[in-house]
């Protein structure tokens, strides 16, 4: 259904505020009389959200949610990604074509702004006591000191990734019947792959352990769409058995990653793990058109959903009326929203997760702070300084070999000094800011391929464990979370299936297990003998021999 969007319906545009209000007083501990109960007006709104006046009492809700929220939290996710990234700005991007072309001086421009972390050097690296980024007029080149960003964050995290997400994940159905618990399972990875697979699961990680959590929000693409493999158009086109047809359908889930920036969730008033609504804004750029844009809105409660469009200018200014493009049921989902939240680390009582770059963020600025110290201290003591005394025109003459100086002052001499020298103490300060992040994290060097000599004997797999033994113990804390979030999804994929009439599910066989590979590479010699030990019990041979990446076996979802 497609229609403008009207100023009317107030009524409804004021319930659907006094409700977020109520959200947002509850999430803070407050009490009064916003706090309302939110499901008895369930059906009220979706009665509103048919007319054109009520459709425009949820947007402007759902914009003043996602609003408030983004005024709240977008500085602090801004920050995560940018410790994580490191990205060179557009400017110093700028300039270094320019010194690449020739037609610049120094690569990267006077005044360019550099990695993002230089924001947490102190004010005494930069020229004029101030941060670079503020242009090159007035930009004061002299005092500028020797500026060294290592990331020591990124690789952490990329490693933390790796453990959680190493191997392909196998999904097994709860279903006691074990022809449709094999069924299910085979339409579960067909789904999840064809919305990215492994590649999905990990960018998801990554997003989490960067802002603390991440959701899924799963959809049912048109009819029209064509799966990965060119298969799938309408259904009524698919003449094959009902495998084939839940296949097909399957081909047709997408799972979207929705992380802080785009999407916020509508907690309810009486269970902080429960939706009420959730919101998704998404920004794309209008061709032709510069600096204009075109902002959806995407709105899920109740089991209704809404997608709104607007016109906006560079300036955020709205052009002409706001577009209700589409509006009508939503898959299902736990509390009619299909979405499901993962936390990265869990935090109690709180919605938000704990994110992995946060606690290292002060770390890093020391760590940058030192390992610019010792960049300027390297400057100035790696080469040799001469200091001339009663030698005429001394400062003259360059200084470098066969250069003879003469002088009839008998006082006349020339003393030399300079030269790097050892410093323990910053030598050490620095190691131990490192191993600081080792903790923090609990990541140490060895989990990218760092190995040194102080780890010990690593010829054992057990003396391997211990090693890692905290990055391990916090990849399986992870993986119970996410284990619970991919099931969640399957259920919700379940739940849609069955809906369509080409899977039939009941409640109680929406289940699914997740099973894990091992975060560390195993022995082959153990990996033999753990697929004899299967066999011998009467796991399956195809199985067994997935494991070991022999065949063409099922090895879960990729």
């Given amino acids: 259904m497609v229609g403008r969007v009207v100023a009317r319906g107030s009524g409804g545009k004021r319930a659907l505020l006094r409700r977020l209000r109520g959200h947002w007083g509850a999430t803070r501990g407050l009490k009064g009389d916003a706090m309302q109960n939110w499901d008895a007006m369930g059906e009220r709104r979706a009665e509103e959200g048919k007319t054109e006046g009520g459709a425009l009492a949820v947007l402007s809700a759902a914009k003043e949610a996602f609003e408030h929220s983004q005024k709240e939290h977008a500085a602090r996710n801004r920050v995560l990604w940018n410790y994580y990234r490191n990205p060179l700005s557009a400017a110093w991007w700028a300039g270094a074509a320019k010194g690449l072309s020739g037609r610049g001086g120094v690569l990267g421009g006077e005044g360019a702004v550099g990695a993002a972390q230089e924001r947490g050097l102190p004010r005494r690296f930069f020229g004029g006591g101030r941060l670079r980024g503020a242009g090159e007029a007035g930009f004061d080149e002299r005092g500028r000191r020797e500026i060294v960003i290592e990331n020591d964050i990124a690789w952490r995290v990329h490693a933390m990734v790796d453990f959680l997400f190493n191997r392909p994940v196998r999904l097994t159905s709860t279903s006691g019947d074990e022809g449709k618990a094999r069924r299910i399972g085979r339409v579960l990875e067909i789904a999840w792959e064809a919305s990215g697979g492994m590649g999905l699961m990990q960018d998801a990680a990554l997003l989490a352990h960067v802002y603390g959590h991440v959701d899924f929000l799963v959809r049912i693409a048109p009819e029209e769409a064509k799966g990965e493999a060119g298969e799938g158009g309408d259904l009524e086109a698919v003449e094959a058995g009902e495998d084939e047809r839940a296949e097909a359908m399957a081909r047709r889930v997408r799972i979207e990653i929705v992380d802080p920036t785009r999407g916020v969730a509508l907690l309810s008033d009486e269970d902080y793990r429960r939706f009420s609504g959730y919101v998704v804004r998404t920004r794309r750029a209008v061709r032709g058109e510069a600096g204009d844009a075109l902002v959806f809105t995407e709105v899920f409660s109740g089991g209704e959903r809404w997608l709104f469009s607007e016109r906006v200018s560079e300036r955020g200014e709205l052009i002409g009326r706001a577009e209700l493009v589409e509006r009508g049921r939503s898959i299902g989902g736990r509390d009619g929203v299909p979405v499901v939240h993962v936390q990265n680390v869990s935090q109690p009582f709180r919605y938000e997760g704990l994110s992995e770059v946060e606690p290292l963020i002060a770390l890093q600025d020391e760590l940058n702070t030192r390992l610019s110290d ?113 099931a969640g999804v399957c259920a919700i994929v379940l739940e849609a299936l069955d809906a369509a009439g080409v899977l039939r599910t009941g409640e109680m066989e929406r289940g699914v297990n997740v099973e894990w590979s091992d975060a560390l590479p195993r022995d082959v010699g153990d990996e033999l003998r753990s697929a004899q030990a299967k066999a011998a019990l009467g796991v399956d041979r195809g199985r067994v021999l997935a494991d070991l990446g022999i065949g063409s076996g099922d090895r879960g979802v990729e």
């Fill in 374 to 486: 010792r960049a300027n201290r390297v400057t100035l003591q790696c080469f040799k300084m001469y200091l001339a005394k009663g030698v005429e025109g001394f400062e003259k003459t360059p200084v470098g070999p066969g250069t003879v100086w003469t002088s009839e002052n008998p006082d006349a001499k020339i003393e030399a000094f300079g030269g790097d020298s050892a410093n323990p103490s910053e030598e050490t300060h620095i190691d131990e800011v490192r191993e600081a992040m080792d903790k923090v994290s609990g990541v140490p060097p060895l989990a990218a391929g760092v190995v040194r000599a102080k780890i010990g004997n690593l010829t054992s797999e057990n003396a391997l464990r211990v090693t890692l033994q905290g990055l391990l113990t916090r990849t399986a804390r992870k993986r119970v979370a996410w284990g619970r979030g991919i």
